[in-house]
Nanobody, 119 residues
């Protein structure tokens, strides 16, 4: 089992910045990649960013590319999502996820943290 706990959400004005954290615990040695997803009210959950746990390669959704940076600290088993130039449409619950299967699925999820961007 892998347990994920997000933190860092909150209320920020448009144009501002926020950094989310996700701490992993448990069988973290099984993690292949980690990702951030978000779900806005009335919308489906969507992918935001991902990172390879071992190599550190990263990839982003087009909607956030250039404004968001995902990073990791393997020593702390923590990933971060630095979000800049926030827009009202970034308002959502942000979820951290881990893939511990190497089969392309996200099998562990955090409880989510709310990000609200006021315009």
């Amino acid at each position: 089992q892998v347990h994920l706990i997000e933190s860092g959400g909150g209320l920020v004005q448009a144009g501002g910045s926020l950094r989310l954290s996700c701490a992993a615990s448990g069988r973290t040695f099984t993690i292949y990649r980690m990702g951030w997803f978000r779900q806005a009210p009335g919308k489906e959950r969507e992918f935001v960013a991902g990172i390879s746990w071992s190599r550190g390669s990263r990839w982003y959704a087009d909607s956030v590319k250039g404004r968001v940076t995902m990073s990791r600290d393997n020593g702390k088993n923590t990933v971060y999502l630095q979000m800049n130039s926030l827009k009202a449409e970034d308002t959502a619950v942000y979820y951290c996820a881990a893939d511990a299967t190497a089969l392309g699925s996200w099998n562990y999820w955090g409880q989510g943290t709310q990000v609200t961007v006021s315009s």
